[in-house]
């Protein structure tokens, strides 16, 4: 896919060498560097938050609670009141 958008990072300039140094050792640019970390910081969470979201999602659908009467809900509101 083409390099279509621009952003502009500024850093103080022993974290840039840094940078430089890291980029030279895995032979790419540091502009490379950057986008292969934004890509292994920002896919992952991605894919743990629908793996987290379908498995909130199951254990809504097969909760198996007992209904509650309304005797217990104005009680737990009263206590709620109370505090």
């Known amino acids: 896919m083409p390099l279509t958008k621009k952003v502009m990072i500024l850093f103080e300039p022993d974290k840039y060498k840094k940078l430089e140094l890291k980029a030279r050792l ?10 292969d970390t934004m890509e292994e910081c920002a896919v992952p969470d991605d894919k743990i938050s629908k793996k987290k979201r379908m498995e909130a999602a199951r254990r809504i659908v097969s909760a198996e609670e007992k209904p509650v009467e309304w005797k217990e809900i104005e009680k737990l509101i009263e206590q709620g009141h109370a505090k």
Do not use: D, N, P, T
């Open 26 to 35: 895995h032979k790419k640019s540091v502009g490379a560097l950057i986008r």
